[in-house]
């Protein structure tokens, strides 16, 4: 148990890890791009360092709603898949373009692995807003047609399928996936706006049926007949 609590608690930090990862990737790109910009010399050489740096960002972002997810839900073995997958796209991408490997099976599974890392991290930043009990319904949906979207690309992807309506129901999965996107934080606000002001005191047991509070003022409580 002892170390199942370390697990979650190195867990809970990676979020922090992975935002800092994220900002200075981010500040950097930034500064290539002023140098570059001065310099006025864009190669290849600076091309594939902007390139690194923007996916070693992009798989930071993954891979903080994946470490928000384990802190949040509790369910690590699921958010790691997710935090490996980021990794291993991210490795697949820098390794590729920089040993400027040319072999369309790595390419399709870089792809694949890119496209599932960020459907992971998409369906898992959906799943964290607390939303009314009426509305939660729709976080498992999003999930599944994030699911069923990602399979549609990577399906794309190895097959090279240019089916109209093949192309139609993506567009359509694709279309409802960015409705649940925009919806989800929506229902979350208003969760939270419902106007209601919750208060709530913290007492401590003085002696028998004698609480006191923060500001030592005394309680006597008695229960109640909720019958």
Not at 9 to 30: C, E, H, P, Q
Not at 41 to 48: A, C, S
Request: charged residues 20%; contains cysteine; hydrophobic residues 50%.
């Amino acid at each position: 148990m002892d170390f199942l609590r370390g697990i979650k608690m190195d867990y809970s930090k990676l979020r922090g890890l992975s935002l800092k990862v994220f900002i200075g990737f981010l500040g950097l790109t930034a500064i290539i791009a002023v140098i570059t910009v001065l310099t006025g010399e864009f190669g290849e050489l600076q091309g594939k360092i902007l390139a690194t740096t923007l996916t070693i960002s992009a798989a930071s972002i993954c891979s903080m709603s994946c470490a928000a997810f384990i802190d949040k839900k509790k369910q690590v073995y699921l958010g790691l898949f997710g935090i490996g997958l980021s990794v291993a796209a991210a490795v697949l991408v820098i390794g590729g373009m920089w040993s400027e490997i040319d072999n369309e099976v790595f390419g399709k599974i870089t792809v694949t692995l890119g496209v599932l890392a960020v459907g992971f991290a998409h369906a898992f930043l959906l799943a964290l807003p607390e939303l009314d009990s009426r509305c939660k319904w729709v976080q498992p949906v999003s999930s599944v047609t994030i699911g069923i979207l990602a399979l549609q690309i990577i399906g794309i992807v190895w097959v090279d399928s240019e089916n109209d309506w093949y192309l139609r129901f993506l567009a359509v999965v694709a279309i409802v996936v960015g409705l649940e996107t925009l919806v989800i934080p929506i229902l979350m606000k208003l969760r939270k706006g419902d106007g209601r002001k919750k208060d709530g005191i913290v007492l401590e047991r003085l002696n028998g049926d004698v609480y006191t509070d923060s500001a030592g003022r005394r309680y006597r409580l008695t229960e109640l007949d909720t019958e």
